[in-house]
């Protein structure tokens, strides 16, 4: 059963495509924001996500007519979003393979800082993971997507979903020996 918003993007798409340029600013409105938090997840940097986003509704623009169910229009836009967002990753690795950026900030008290402390070793575990379990991870905990849906997003079987959420998880339960 579809969703109700997967039903009103099907509308919006159908009468884009039969030339309505209304249709198309009403789907940027409800989708630009989570592209450009989908991106920064790969990015960590607003301007580069925003670019990534603007290259991702261009191709969606240009190839919007092949879409054959209309309904599917966010997975598949989310697919080409994840795309182009992989593709600047990978065009851009530094010696680490990620962009580790610490957030410098003054004297915390001491319980803030225990916890900034940790989200840094958790976000460093995580960056340590292997791409595909960050994607999985981030598409499940962050943008909370159901497995069905990452599955359709990064074409694949749910059971690949799974099994990369699973290993995921217990990289990450060594890494910080939980």
């Keep these: 059963m579809r969703k109700q918003s997967d039903i009103l993007d099907g509308f ?8 309505n340029k209304k249709a198309l600013a009403l789907l940027v409105k409800r989708w630009h924001d989570k592209f450009c938090y989908q991106a920064f997840g790969y990015t ?34 989310m ?11 990978r065009n851009n690795k530094t010696n680490s ?15 803030q800082e225990s916890y900034r402390l940790n989200i840094e070793k958790i976000k ?3 960056y340590d993971l292997p791409e595909k379990q960050q994607q999985v991870l981030q598409l499940f905990y962050i943008q909370e997507y159901s497995l069905a849906e990452i599955a359709s997003i990064l074409e694949v079987s749910s059971g690949t979903v799974k099994s990369r959420l699973f290993y995921a ?8 020996k939980l």
Aim: proline share 3%.
């Design 44 to 77: 960590r940097n607003i301007a580069d996500a925003q670019d990534i986003v603007q290259d991702s509704w261009q191709v969606i623009m240009a190839k919007i007519d092949q879409l054959r169910d209309p309904n599917s229009f966010k997975s598949w836009a």
């Design 12 to 19: 919006l798409v159908i009468d884009f495509q039969n030339g």
């Design 124 to 126: 460093a575990a995580i």
């Design 169 to 176: 998880r217990e990289q990450l339960k060594q890494i910080l």
């Design 97 to 111: 393979g990620h962009t580790k950026e610490l957030i410098q900030e003054g004297q915390a008290e001491p319980d």
């Design 79 to 89: 697919r080409i979003v994840v795309r182009k967002s992989i593709d600047w990753v």
